[in-house]
C-alpha cells in the first residue's frame, strides 16, 4: 500500500472516530428536552443573552459562555447551541490528545495516537464533562493544545514567531476558559520550563521567555493561596481509591460506581507506570512527575475540589500514559504493539457507544416543573426575583432574561421591585399574620402558583419570618428560601 493509500486512510479513521465521538455525545445529550446538568440553565441563559444582546447576562471571562452563544446566535436555538458545543468540545478534546500523543511519540506514533483519542472518548466517567463542566472542558482543549506547542517550540525553532504567538494565544485562552486549566498550564510551564533550563540557559529568549513564565507562576500561586484557599482548606486526607469513596461515586451520576471502578483502575496504572519508570531508568523523569501531580494521591474525594482535580487529573492523564507507554515499549516489535493498541481502541469504542446510558435526565433539577411554576410569573422587566438555585436560571432564561438569584440583593434596589418563590409556605399561615393589611391588597403581594411555591413580595416575606415563631422561622432559612446576602466573588458586575 503506498503512503499516500496509508495517510488518506490514517485521515479518514481520525475524522470517522471524531465524527463518532461527536454523534454519540450529542445523542446523549439529547434525552433531554432541556439544558444538561445542574448548570444547564445557567449555560442556557448566558448564551441566550450573548445571541440577543451581545453581552453575558452574568458578566465573564470563561470561553465557553461565548461559544455557546456564538452557536445559539447562528442557529437561532440556544439549547441546541449549547448542546453542540458540550458535543463537540468533547469531541474536540479527544482530538487535542491525539494531536499530543501522535506529535511527542517517535514509533507507532499513529498507533498510540488514535488509541489514547479513542480511550479518552470512551472514559465513562468523562460523560459528566459534556454535561456539568462544559467550561472547564473548554479550557482542557486549549491548554492541551497549549501543552503541544509548548513542547514543539522546545524541540523546534522553525517558525518560532508563529509558535510564540500560538503560545501566547493558547495560554491566555487555558487561563481564562477555567481555574484547573490556568492552574495546570502555568504548573505545566514552570515544571517543564525547569528541566529544559540548563540545556537553553544560552539561548536568551527562551531564557528571558521561562523567567516570565516563573513570574506568573508566582504571582498566581500568591493569588490561589489568597482567593482560593479556603476551598483547598479541607481538601486533603489519607490516600485511597476512588471505588473506595461513597461521596465520589455518588457525585459521578447515576452509574458512578462504574466510573470509579475505571478511574480507580486508571490511577493504579498511572502509578504502576511510575514505579516502572524509576526501576528502569534509575531516575525519575518529567513524565513520571507530571502523571504524579495530575493522579495526586492525597485529595479527599469527599469534598468537592477533591472530586474536581482527580476527574480533572484523569482526563488530562490520559495522553502521559500512552506516552509514557510508548517509551517503555519503543524497542518492542510494531506488529505485538500495534495488535495491543487496537484491541484497546476496540474496546474503548464500544465503552463509547454505551456511555449514553450513564447519563439520566430523571437526575438532572426537575426543570419542565420548574416550567409550569414560573409559567403565570409575570414582572416587570426592572424586577428582581429570589428563587432557589436552577428555578432562578428557568425564571430568567423563559422571562425575557429577568434578573432572578438565589441570594438577597448585595445592591440598593426598590422594595416594590424584589418579589420571592417562597418553598413549601403556608399561605393562610403568612396572611394570618397580617389582620391589618386588606385582604384585597394582601392578596395583591402573595399569590399561590401550585402546592409547593407562592409568589410573595419580598418585604412581606421577611416581616412574615420576624413575626413569626422563631423555631418556624428557622426552618424556611434553607437552600430552597434563600436567606443570604450574595458574596462579593460571584458579585453580578453593574
Known sequence: MTSKKTSIIKISAVIL?????FFIRFGMLNKSSNFNGLDGYFYGLQAESFAKTGFLENPDMETGYYICGILSYILNDSILGVKIWAALSFAIFCLSVFSLVYSLVQKNKFSYGLTAMIFSSGLFFATGFSINFINNLTGLIFLVFYIQVFVSLYKSK?????KIILLVLLFV??????????????????IYTSSKFTKYL???????????????????AIYIIIKQSARFANTFGLPSLPVFHKEFINALGDKGFY?????????????????????????????????????FPFWDLGTDMGYRMMINGTILGIPLIFYN???????????????SLYILSGLSFISLCFTPLAYNPELDPPYDYYKTVIAPVELDDDTLLIAHLGLN???????????CMNWLPDYEISDDKVWRLAFDADYDRICSFFPEINPENLQKEIKILNKSYILIKETLWQEYLNREEEDISET??????PYEVRPSYIRKLK
Open 325 to 339: 507507554l510508548s517509551i517503555l515499549f519503543e524497542n518492542k516489535k510494531t506488529l505485538f504493539v500495534n495488535i
Open 259 to 295: 466510573g470509579a471502578v475505571e478511574i480507580s483502575i486508571i490511577f493504579i496504572f498511572a502509578w504502576i507506570l511510575f514505579v516502572t519508570d524509576i526501576f528502569l531508568s534509575k531516575k525519575i523523569s518529567l513524565i513520571s512527575v507530571l502523571l504524579i501531580i495530575l493522579f
Open 173 to 190: 485562552l487555558s487561563c481564562i476558559s477555567h481555574k484547573v486549566s490556568f492552574l495546570y498550564a502555568l504548573a505545566f510551564s514552570v
Open 17 to 21: 472516530i471524531f465524527l463518532s465521538i
Open 476 to 481: 424556611y432559612k434553607n437552600w430552597f428560601n
Open 202 to 220: 544560552k539561548n536568551k529568549k527562551v531564557l528571558i521567555g521561562s523567567l516570565i513564565f516563573l513570574v506568573l507562576f508566582s504571582i498566581a
Open 393 to 403: 436560571h428557568v425564571y430568567t432564561y423563559y422571562k425575557n432574561l429577568r434578573d
Open 158 to 162: 522553525n517558525h518560532l514567531t508563529l
